[in-house]
């Protein structure tokens, strides 16, 4: 069975500071992963997807995430955080073989960036 | 503009009580999928519908129905509601259900509680 562990509840950073929201994912075979972002009352909304290649992926919004596969990772990364990137964050996986369809979501980590 | 939209959005109910919570997309998408939202435990999908008059179950389908008649619409039904179907629904769709794919819009939600 495919998972995905989102180790930290809520992550707080002061605004211009880089940021790291941890994910490390549980898949037979090679992964799909992704990143998606929920403002308060609103649907989620995909942020950036590792599907093969460069191990760095880039995002929206100046987001990117680092895929580690001897770590089972995929952290999500920002250079210089904004009070605006203050959100709720979800790591996914999708096994590339043999997973179905199916989009294991982790349980999501509050980001709060204060000034 | 595209979009997922689901109805209602807040719903208060009482046990036993049948209700239909729609989902509709105008992307002419193949893929729809419903998730449950609820603290500590992510998003959990409950049915998903690969195209017209296909459907499976998620991880959670127990307690509910779908159906998909229309490429556009993906309702869900609850025959007979129960307190811990208390939760956020979510309607999702992606162009298709492939996995090299996986990027999911989102509808923003729906907010049920049943007493």
């Known amino acids: 069975a495919q998972s995905v562990a989102q180790p930290e509840d809520q992550v707080n950073v002061a605004e211009g500071n880089p940021l790291t929201v941890k994910c490390t994912y549980s898949?037979?075979?090679?992964?799909?992963l992704f990143w998606y972002v929920q403002y308060p009352n609103r649907g989620l909304q995909f942020l950036l997807k590792?599907?093969?290649?460069?191990?760095l992926v880039k995002g929206s919004y100046g987001f990117e995430a680092e895929f580690n596969k001897s770590q089972t990772s995929f952290h999500l990364k920002k250079p210089s955080a904004l009070v605006s990137d203050s959100a709720l964050y979800f790591c996914?996986?999708?096994?590339?073989?043999?997973?179905?369809?199916?989009?294991?979501f982790g349980t999501g980590t509050q980001l709060k960036v204060e000034l | 503009e595209a979009q997922v939209t689901q109805n209602p959005r807040y719903l208060i109910t009482v046990t036993g009580k049948k209700l239909t919570v729609t989902c509709s997309q105008n992307m002419n998408h193949e893929y729809m999928s419903w998730y449950r939202q609820d603290p500590g435990l992510g998003l959990r999908q409950i049915y998903y519908s690969m195209n017209v008059e296909v459907t499976d179950k998620g991880d959670v389908p127990e307690g509910y129905k779908v159906s998909r008649k229309e490429k556009r619409n993906f309702p869900l039904i609850l025959e007979s509601p129960s307190p811990n179907q208390t939760s956020l629904y979510f309607c999702a769709s992606s162009i298709s259900g492939q996995v090299d794919t996986g990027e999911l819009f989102f509808g923003e939600g729906s907010r049920l509680t049943v007493l």
């Open positions: 898949v037979s075979g090679n992964p799909y």
């Open positions: 590792y599907i093969t290649g460069d191990n």
């Open positions: 996914a996986v999708r096994a590339v073989t043999g997973g179905g369809n199916k989009l294991t």
